[in-house]
Nanobody
Framework: VQLQASGGGLVQAGGSLRLSCAAS????????MGWFRRAPGKEREFVAS????????YYVDSVKGRFTISRDNRENTVYLQMNSLKPDDTAVYYC??????????????????WGKGTQVTVSS
């Protein structure tokens, strides 16, 4: 699977951004999709994941209620709607794909394919 993330940018605190990740190369619906991020000086962390049919989603506690992950299997695209952004959300955001099921947080090692990141910068 080839993944291409887009939609990052510079936004003021309290603002919104929507990230997109377009997939190609294999059957998109076979994969659980996830978003991860790496903040400056920190390890990459799990942000959100969504099941094959979009019926289940999981979020890291710090983004619950602010971020929403969704997918369009006809367009082979996964989205991350980010609202009420905070400076702490500043990071490079990565989309990733896996066929492994977890009922909760995913680790880097769980993911089979990664896209190049897209930078999100939230100014205070």
């Amino acid at each position: 699977v080839q993944l291409q993330a887009s939609g990052g940018g510079l936004v003021q605190a309290g603002g919104s951004l929507r990230l997109s990740c377009a997939a190609s190369g294999r059957t998109f619906i076979n994969y659980i999709m996830g978003w991860f991020r790496r903040a400056p000086g920190k390890e990459r962390e799990f942000v959100a994941s969504i099941s094959w049919n979009g019926g289940r989603a999981y979020y890291v506690d710090s983004v619950k209620g602010r971020f929403t992950i969704s997918r369009d299997n006809r367009e082979n695209t996964v989205y991350l709607q980010m609202n009420s952004l905070k400076p702490d959300d500043t990071a490079v955001y990565y989309c990733a794909a896996t066929r492994k099921f977890r009922s909760g947080t995913y680790l880097d090692l769980d993911m089979d394919y990664w896209g190049k990141g897209t930078q999100v910068t939230v100014s205070s």
